[in-house]
């Protein structure tokens, strides 16, 4: 079975444009090279658009460990650390049941 990896982003609704321009031009495309990523996607919360979501699809716990320790990894949080009044939190999540 995958592994989703989430990271969940607050951050101030006049910085919600910067957030999305770093997933997409940065990030995002990052993750996604690396061997046994199967998808990253960046979601949005209607009810908050200040809220989002990186949801990174990988094939195993390996694949994550090697993603961690890569240099992709590293531009990642540089790529976030540039952006002030954002908050992250990651959670890991197998998945143990499709329907």
Known sequence: MTIL???IVNTSPDRAAEVERIWNKECGPLMKKRPGCVREE??????????FISVAEWE???AIDAY???PECEQVK???RSSSG????IKTYEVIGKA
């Open 5 to 7: 990896r989430f990271i």
């Open 42 to 51: 960046l979601l949005r919360c209607i009810e908050d658009p200040s809220e």
């Open 60 to 62: 195993s716990q390996k």
């Open 68 to 70: 961690r320790a890569s």
């Open 78 to 80: 540089q790529h976030a």
């Open 86 to 89: 954002m908050a992250a939190t």
